[in-house]
């Protein structure tokens, strides 16, 4: 008599980052955002396609982010170049959205929103509207120098 092991069927890498993704957005966030430093266009498409697979596949997430199922799949082709608009529905269906911070200059820390403000406030004093929006509106305009304008 032969004993059948329980062990489980083995998966593919494919299938293995799919799952961890879907379990963990945090993970799929911190994923994309690896691929976009240091990989190229074509990794970025196959990362996203991954990471689409992983939120309910292309299909789903294309009536998510009310997209063309065929113009999404073409997107996340590697040799795909998805516009910005595109891109941001994309992220938004999956719950993620793009972000800019500073390239790390050995200890300096990226500031968030709320330190960039809080950073604002130190410098300008009491002066600074709590309405970033209002503050910027009332910026003087730049005006170029007499010398500037003759060159």
Known sequence: MTRKSKTPAPRS????????LRRDPAFAAEYLNGVLADGDKRELMVALRRVAEAFGGISKLAGKA??????LYRTL???GNPELKSMNSMLKAMGLRLAVEPIHNGSRR??????????LMERSGPAVPRDMTSYLRK?????????????
């Open 13 to 20: 890498h494919e299938d293995a980052t799919v799952e961890s």
């Open 66 to 71: 009310k997209l063309n199922a065929t113009t």
């Open 77 to 79: 082709s590697p040799k």
């Open 110 to 119: 990226a500031r968030t929103p709320q330190t960039a403000k809080q950073l």
């Open 139 to 151: 910026a003087p305009k730049v005006v170029p120098r007499r010398d500037d304008r003759l060159r």
